[in-house]
């Protein structure tokens, strides 16, 4: 177990099974691409295997709380598929920018507080390695009906 997943557990939370295509599926986009020493993840929603954790929206369907939560989902499956690609996170040398979509109603201002789901299991995790800069950022709709996604780029050693 590395250093990252050590944590991970410190915490009690654990990695959901990574994303996958839907079966007989041939996707056209990768979860994780790597250019040089960066890593692009594609926006992750709360998500286990193809299960999703939280569907609705912000504001209406779900408070700001359980909108961070699901966030935090989002962190989890991000991590599941980071360690499909690299088999340990601590592959990941530094977190570099996080842009966060909140599935919310008209009006919503609070779309920084729900994305900090994500970001404080990730600075929990690396620590200052994990300090990033990020958008929160509010839409109408998501796919799936999820209130969370999230998209992030990390630096690879």
């Not at 986009?29 to 295997?49: C, I, K, M, Q, R």
């Not at 201002?109 to 729900?114: D, H, N, R």
Request: net charge neutral; aromatic share 6%.
């Amino acid at each position: 177990m590395d250093l990252i997943e050590r944590r991970l557990s410190e915490l009690g939370a654990v990695l959901p099974s990574p994303i996958a295509a839907p079966s007989g599926v041939a996707l056209r986009l990768e979860f994780v691409t790597v250019a040089g020493p960066l890593a692009y993840l594609s926006g992750h929603g709360p998500a286990d295997g193809p299960r999703r954790l939280a569907r609705g929206k912000v504001g209406a369907d779900l408070t700001v709380e359980e909108g961070r939560a699901a966030a935090r989902q989002c962190a989890l499956a991000a991590l599941a598929s980071l360690k499909r690609e690299f088999g340990e996170l601590s592959r990941v040398r530094r977190w570099i920018k996080v842009t966060g979509y909140v599935n919310c109603t008209p009006g919503f201002e609070q779309t920084p507080a729900v994305v900090n789901g994500f970001s404080d299991l990730v600075c929990d995790l690396w620590g200052d390695a994990g300090r990033h800069a990020r958008s929160a950022i509010g839409v109408c709709a998501l796919p799936f009906a999820v209130p969370v996604e999230v998209e992030a780029i990390v630096e690879i050693a």
